[in-house]
């Protein structure tokens, strides 16, 4: 069953009124993303103020449903509430978690906050057991159950065969003596062709709605906790790695924060409020879409950012004289840009601002500001770029594990990064994570000048562009799904946005070797040749499972994410045929 966000509160009183005294009853599961973290500290805010405990359970792909299955079948009746926080949305969560005698989903109800799309079908319209908490938006773009299902019942009323697989094959009908051409008979395939269209229109691209940790905020805001700042900034990390990532666009991106700078300024006109209710001081501030500015210096900002490095090409000597050049005309000496932010001058760094909406705009660079937020905490000065920045850092990390680590230490680490407690531990892991960030970005660059410039491979087909990573100097920081896509992203702008006009965009598939497992990691980005910011659905959803049918490919998806999988390195250049003549077969 779907919820819009007017009925928020109401269903989550039902997981308030299951909860025991004094037991764990909730289990709370989520994708270790920076949009999903963002939302665990708002949902566990939330069920601490209401003495709900809860045992937390990240989950980074299908795989992690079994685990979390079989920890709930060994207490069937603990917990009462499963709540998902971007996962499980984009599968049929009742029957990833049935076990062989069904005691797994007994007097549960599964609650889902997940911004992957599209929806599953199944957990949109079950009738019971399901809650899926979804933005007016989604709700509308889900296609009429008559639309996709059958109901239960036959397409001819006199076919009592509902749910038999042979009930319609055309052997069956020869058998009882049925005119295939007959009316009746016409009129059901056609039924069902149009089911089978109307399903194949709806899960044929992959793509994102609103934050999951927007979504949240607005639910704990309905509950009462409009208060905290605290909770404000949370959800504006959330919709920060959205746009970060190209999961939403910009005109969306504005619109999401004007409600949360609403918030902010309520708060500010609330005598007393941020220092009786909040546990960081939040203010609205423009940020420049330069990477880690307040951590690093102007020129590595700048020459780090998709942004800018797309735009200029700044991997070249011939983007980085254009980078100079325009310091120069702003007034700026090299030497100052190349200081570490704090250390530049102040007039410099005030006027920095103005100065781009002078020059940058005949650089290509026509947007240089973007509304967002900062804390200070301790004695460091965070945008909710710069928080995006090191979580993802911490959660992308593929460096050996330290003594008393394991892989969830990853996952807790990355979401103690985001506490609403100011301590200092948070800033301790939010500088490593803005290391791990500085070290993966300049893999990056480096990747994107090998590729693009010959060194490696970039090889191309009539219908998309693909790239085999297997003997980089950087090569294991590939292997993380993020970092790997992060270098798509940038590999797309550059040839959306970059100075060679005569390079068309198309479709993009990376792929990165893992020697240890003889794996590659793929990620797929669609071609987007939109110069606004705005985004595309991502049709290598369809595409990679029809490519895996064909070829029989032994794969493992590894993200809840259908663009990125796993496959054995004797499978991946058959899976790039198979795609090749796929997309060749597909409509445009």
């Known amino acids: 069953m779907h919820v819009v966000l007017d009925d928020f509160a109401d269903i989550y009183r039902k997981i308030k009124d299951a909860a025991l005294e004094g037991e764990v009853t909730v289990l709370l599961c989520v994708a270790p993303e920076a949009d999903g973290l963002a939302a665990a500290q708002i949902f566990m805010e939330t069920l601490k103020r209401d003495a709900i405990r809860f045992t937390l359970w990240p989950v980074a792909s299908f795989s992690d449903f079994d685990r979390a299955r079989d920890h709930m079948r060994t207490m069937p009746e603990k917990y009462r509430s499963v709540v998902m926080l971007n996962a499980g949305g984009s599968s049929d969560v009742v029957d990833d978690f049935e076990a062989d005698d069904g005691k797994a989903n007994a007097g549960t109800t599964f609650y889902i906050i997940d911004s992957h799309r599209p929806l599953n079908l199944a957990n949109v319209y079950r009738d019971r057991g399901v809650y899926v908490f979804v933005d007016p938006e989604t709700r509308d773009s889900f296609p009429r159950p008559d639309e996709v299902f059958s109901g ?46 109307r399903q194949r229109e709806y899960y044929g691209s ?32 959330g919709i920060t790695d959205q746009l970060l990532n190209d999961r939403i666009d910009p005109t969306t991106y504005l619109q999401l924060c004007q409600e949360l700078v609403s918030a902010v300024n309520s708060l500010a006109s609330d005598t007393g409020s941020i220092n009786m209710h909040s546990k960081l001081q939040v203010k609205c501030e423009d940020d420049f879409p330069f990477m880690l500015l307040r951590h690093w210096s102007l020129m590595e900002a700048m020459t780090h950012s998709r942004y800018v490095a797309t735009r200029l090409g700044v991997w070249r000597q011939k983007g980085q004289e254009r980078l100079c050049n325009l310091f120069a005309k702003m007034g700026y000496s090299l030497e100052d840009c190349r200081q570490s932010w704090t250390s530049m001058q102040v007039s410099n760094r005030r006027d920095l601002s103005k100065q781009l909406d002078v020059y940058a705009g005949a650089f290509g660079l026509d947007n240089v500001t973007f509304p967002s937020f900062v804390v200070h905490i301790l004695r460091f000065s965070y945008t909710s770029a710069d928080v995006v920045y090191a979580v993802n850092g911490l959660l992308a990390r593929t460096d050996p594990l330290r003594a008393g680590e394991d892989t969830s230490s990853i996952f807790f680490d990355a979401l103690d990064g985001l506490s609403p407690t100011p301590q200092p531990r948070t800033t301790e892991l ?63 702008d550059a040839f959306r946005f970059g100075p060679d006009t005569r390079k068309k965009t198309m479709p993009l598939l990376l792929a990165a070797l893992n020697p240890e497992t003889d794996n590659y990691l793929v990620t797929g980005l669609w071609s987007n040749p939109r110069r606004d910011g705005g985004t595309v659905r991502n049709h290598f959803a369809m595409h990679f499972m029809t490519a895996i049918e064909q070829i029989n490919a032994r794969v493992v998806f590894t993200t809840f994410d259908s663009c990125v999988l796993e496959i054995k390195q004797g499978d991946m250049m058959r899976l790039v045929g198979a795609l090749e003549t796929h997309l060749s077969l597909a409509p445009p």
Not at 164 to 192: H, I, L, N
Request: charged letters at 35%; glycine letters at 8%.
């Open 206 to 237: 992959s793509y994102y709605g609103i934050s999951a940790a927007f979504l949240v905020w607005k639910l704990a805001h309905d509950l009462g906790l409009h208060k905290d700042g605290s909770l404000v900034w949370l959800a504006s990390v």
């Open 430 to 492: 939010l500088q490593r994570g803005i290391e791990l960030a500085i070290r993966q970005h300049g893999a990056i660059l480096r990747t994107i000048d090998g590729l693009l410039d010959g060194k490696r491979a970039l090889r191309k087909t009539k219908y998309f562009r693909y790239a085999l990573l297997s003997d980089l100097e950087d090569q294991a920081l590939f292997r993380h799904p993020i970092t790997l896509h992060r270098l798509g992203l940038f590999l797309v």
């Open 152 to 197: 239960g019942e036959s397409d001819d009323d006199n076919d009592d065969g509902a749910g038999d697989p042979e009930s319609d094959s055309p052997a069956k009908r020869r058998r009882e003596g049925e005119d295939e051409d007959a009316p009746q008979a016409v009129a059901r395939r056609a039924r069902r062709a149009e089911r089978d269209r």
